[in-house]
């Protein structure tokens, strides 16, 4: 049973900091990884797509890395703003049609 | 273009009643799934739907049923509801149904609470 842990549960920062969200999930066999973002009480904004024979992907700010024989996943945030506060999930598909399995996040408070 | 739609955007029933959430993906999109997420979780599957066929259904008990329609929106419904119920419904559409290559766009979600 696959099963994906994001670390740390919550974090503060503040203002200008770069900072690293790490996912872990404990079956390799993926076909990709999305990281999410969610605002309090919203549904989900799909940032990045890694499919499982890339290694990284980037839009803006945001970079997200794949080590599938390892079973991680780290997303990088350039010069935090507090726009970025929310909480980012993980989800990894393992090919079972649209079925995601997603960890329990990592609340991120970026203060001024 | 639109996104995902859900609707109703919140709900308030009581223990034992019937609910319908609705689910409109994005235009072109023909598979659709929903999703549950309890407070302070990360978000749990529960069906998949493409072209008005069950692709997939996770361990959710029988109260939990679905369908979709020829213009493949889509519908969640929940009988003899329970507190433990209560939560962020999730509806996502996808292009198609096949391997895990297509992404998934969610919905802004329906959050029912059971009193």
């Known amino acids: 049973k696959q099963e994906v842990t994001q670390i740390p549960a919550a974090l503060s920062v503040p203002e200008g900091e770069n900072l690293v969200l790490n996912c872990s999930f404990t079956?390799?066999?993926?076909?990709?990884l999305q990281w999410f973002r969610q605002d309090p009480g919203k549904g989900l904004t799909s940032l990045l797509l890694?499919?499982?024979?890339?290694r990284e992907q980037t839009s803006g700010r945001l970079n997200a890395s794949l080590d599938k024989s390892s079973g991680r996943s780290t997303l990088y945030i350039a010069a935090s703003q507090p726009g970025d506060s929310a909480t980012y999930l993980c989800?990894?598909?393992?090919?079972?049609?649209?079925?995601?399995?997603f960890g329990t996040g990592t609340r991120l408070q970026v203060t001024l | 273009d639109a996104g995902v739609t859900q609707s109703p955007t919140h709900l308030i029933k009581t223990r034992g009643q019937h609910v319908t959430l609705r689910c409109s993906p994005i235009?072109?999109?023909?598979?659709v799934s929903w999703y549950q997420q309890v407070l302070g979780q990360g978000p749990q599957f529960i069906f998949q739907?493409?072209?008005?066929?069950?692709?997939g259904r996770g361990n959710f008990p029988d109260r939990f049923s679905a369908r979709q329609f020829p213009n493949y929106s889509s519908e969640l419904n929940v009988n003899a509801l329970l507190l433990g119920d209560s939560a962020l419904y999730l509806c996502?559409?996808?292009?198609?149904?096949?391997?895990?290559?297509?992404?998934?766009?969610f919905g802004s979600g329906t959050q029912l609470s059971v009193l």
């Open positions: 996502a559409s996808s292009l198609s149904a096949g391997t895990g290559l297509v992404a998934l766009f």
């Open positions: 079956d390799s066999a993926i076909y990709n």
């Open positions: 890694i499919q499982s024979s890339q």
């Open positions: 989800a990894v598909n393992t090919g079972t049609a649209s079925k995601l399995t």
């Open positions: 235009s072109g999109h023909k598979s």
């Open positions: 739907y493409y072209e008005k066929e069950e692709r």
